[in-house]
């Protein structure tokens, strides 16, 4: 399983860019990257999955690189909203034993 | 997007009594679901894989006896929680295993928060 490290906080001002950037140095060729994002008390929320190069959805950007040991994900235009632990999660190749295991996530802080 | 519920989204017991906690993929068939733990300001930590049809995997240090999961169908799996006590109280979160064309998605429940008197 690949371990993921991301910085462990970040705070960002409402309407700027923010960028969180995960390391995965072990990630193995069958692996895709996720990203969560998970609220107080609630359950983690989905953002974005992806395996290479960029992937870009409603919500967010997944930034790739050829390797694959790191990927960046950015978030346009926060508001206090954002305000969340996001998770970098590496796994999830079809196979049936494969198991997600949580890092400890970045807090990320939106300020007024 | 697929979603997964839980229910009860909270429960307060007395202590040596068992909860039981019911996850269930509402818009898709899930042959694995997750069942997760998580104190306050920590990640989440993972107790068990279950697989619909076969018992359940449990990672290490987690009582298979005391954490009963139960996998009957492709869109319910539950965890009872037995002879709960206190240090049993947490937030439990379940997720099911959304395959894809390439890959696949863990979606995850909203959650069950447990607290045991």
């Known amino acids: 399983l690949a371990k993921t490290t991301q910085p462990i906080s970040m705070d960002s001002y409402e309407g700027q860019e923010v960028n969180i950037t995960c390391s995965h140095n072990n990630i193995a060729t069958n692996d895709y990257i996720t990203w969560y994002q998970q609220f107080p008390s609630q359950g983690p929320r989905f953002i974005i999955q992806g395996y290479k190069t960029k992937v870009t959805n409603e919500v967010a950007s997944l930034f790739i690189p050829a390797d694959r040991k790191s990927s960046t994900l950015s978030l346009p235009r926060v508001s206090l909203s954002d305000t969340a632990v996001y998770y970098c999660?590496?796994?999830?190749?079809?196979?049936?034993?494969?198991?997600?295991?949580f890092g400890k996530g970045t807090r990320l802080h939106i300020l007024p | 997007g697929a979603v997964v519920s839980q229910h009860p989204s909270w429960v307060i017991c007395k202590s040596g009594t068992s909860v039981k906690i019911e996850c269930r993929s509402l818009d898709f068939q899930a042959t694995t679901m997750f069942w997760y733990r998580q104190f306050p300001k920590q990640s989440l930590m993972l107790m068990a894989t279950?697989?619909?049809?076969?018992?359940?995997?449990?990672e290490q240090g987690v009582e298979k006896d005391k954490f009963l999961i139960n996998h009957a169908s492709l869109t319910l799996s539950t965890l009872t929680v037995t002879s709960a006590h206190p240090e049993d109280s947490s937030f439990y979160i379940c997720s099911a295993r959304s395959m894809g064309a390439s890959t696949d998605t863990q979606y995850f429940g909203p959650g069950t928060r447990l607290t045991v008197l």
């Open positions: 999660l590496v796994g999830g190749s079809m196979n049936r034993d494969d198991k997600i295991i």
């Open positions: 279950s697989n619909e049809g076969s018992k359940a995997t449990y």
